[in-house]
């Protein structure tokens, strides 16, 4: 069973950055698919980015970047020039198997979220 803990949310003016981080335990970081989804108020959760067994990343935002620190058993999610249309709790998942999943249900395990506000 993989617990999966996310970090670094907070409230931030647009155009700011910030480093959300999942720090995992009960498994490890490289023997999972890892993926980010952000869920807005209102809104259907969404796929963010995400990153397969070999380190290959997946992201559908430009102004976002996924990777992973395998000795901290940690991926993190850095945002650049946010918009306030990124304000959402973000989730951090891990699925069995290689590949990123695009789809909620392609995870099986889930953080509890952390949310961003991105004020204008």
């Known amino acids: 069973q993989v617990q999966l803990v996310e970090s670094g949310g907070g409230l931030v003016q647009a155009g700011g950055s910030l480093r959300l981080s999942c720090a995992a335990s009960g498994g490890t970081v490289s023997s999972y698919a890892m993926g980010w989804f952000r869920q807005a108020p209102g809104k259907e959760r969404e796929f963010v980015a995400g990153?397969?067994?070999?380190g290959a990343a997946a992201v559908w935002k430009g102004r976002f970047t996924i990777s992973r620190d395998s000795a901290k058993n940690t991926v993190y999610l850095q945002m650049n020039s946010l918009k306030p249309e990124d304000t959402a709790v973000y989730y951090c998942a891990a699925k069995a198997g290689a590949r990123v999943g695009l789809r909620v249900d392609d995870y099986v395990y889930w953080g509890q979220g952390t949310r961003v506000t991105v004020s204008s």
């Open positions: 990153l397969s067994w070999s």
